[in-house]
Structures are given as structure tokens and as C-alpha cells.
């Protein structure tokens, strides 16, 4: 059974600092792309960022040069470091596995995992 376990999410101010942590298990984490995607209230769920099980990134352009997505494998975790957050960052974060390099088409991924929330006050 696959199981997704984000952690990590929290109430933060503007312009400050949180990781996501998302924990993998009944899978082979190696062979999958990951993903980190988002939902706010009334908004559809939108991609954040992608890695490849090469360490290729893919980033939603509003995020570009304030988070970075990374990956260790020995752990199967992949992480979501996010700086310079922004009260329009607030969201259920989720993250994805993805057999192929789907990176934002969200349809693609396979396994989901339950979201972690993030609220940034302005």
C-alpha cells in the first residue's frame, strides 16, 4: 500500500521561511518524479514544483527563486523548502509520485498524499 505523509506545514508571517517534508513508503521512490501541488479555498488544485528521479526541477513561476523542491532517496522524502513566503502562498500543500515526467499535469500522478496546511499572514 502506498502511503504520501506530508509534514511540515504551519502558520508563518510574510516573508518568512517553512520546509515541507513528504514521506513515501509501499513504493520504489526511485523510480518516481515528484511533485508538490496546492489548493486554496475555492481554487482549483494547482502544481508548485517537480523532480525528476534524475534531480530535474520544474517550477510554477510564481515560486521560481523562492522554493526549491529536493529529494533524498535513502530516506524516500522529498522536501519543499520555501522562502520569502507570501500571504498568496497560503494553502493545503500536497505532495505527488508520478511514474513518468508529468511534472504539472496533475492528472498524470498516481498517489496523493493527505496535504499539510500552510497559512502566511501579511
Known amino acids: 500500500q502506498v502511503q504520501l505523509v506530508e509534514s511540515g506545514g504551519g502558520l508563518v508571517q510574510a516573508g518568512g521561511s517553512l520546509r515541507l517534508s513528504c514521506a513515501a513508503s509501499g513504493l520504489t521512490f526511485g523510480n518516481y518524479a515528484m511533485g508538490w501541488f496546492r489548493q486554496a479555498p475555492g481554487k482549483e488544485r494547482e502544481f508548485v514544483a517537480a523532480?525528476?528521479?534524475?534531480?530535474?526541477?520544474y517550477y510554477k513561476d510564481s515560486v521560481k527563486g523562492r522554493f526549491t523542491i529536493s529529494r533524498d532517496n535513502a530516506k524516500n522524502t522529498v522536501y519543499l523548502q520555501m522562502n520569502m513566503l507570501k500571504p498568496e502562498d497560503t494553502a493545503v500543500y500536497y505532495c505527488?509520485?508520478?511514474?513518468?515526467?508529468?511534472?504539472?499535469?496533475?492528472?498524470?500522478?498516481?498517489?496523493w498524499g493527505q496535504g499539510t496546511q500552510v497559512t502566511v499572514s501579511s
Open positions: 523532480i525528476s528521479w534524475l534531480d530535474n526541477t
Open positions: 505527488a509520485a508520478d511514474r513518468t515526467w508529468s511534472r504539472l499535469k496533475k492528472d498524470e500522478y498516481e498517489y
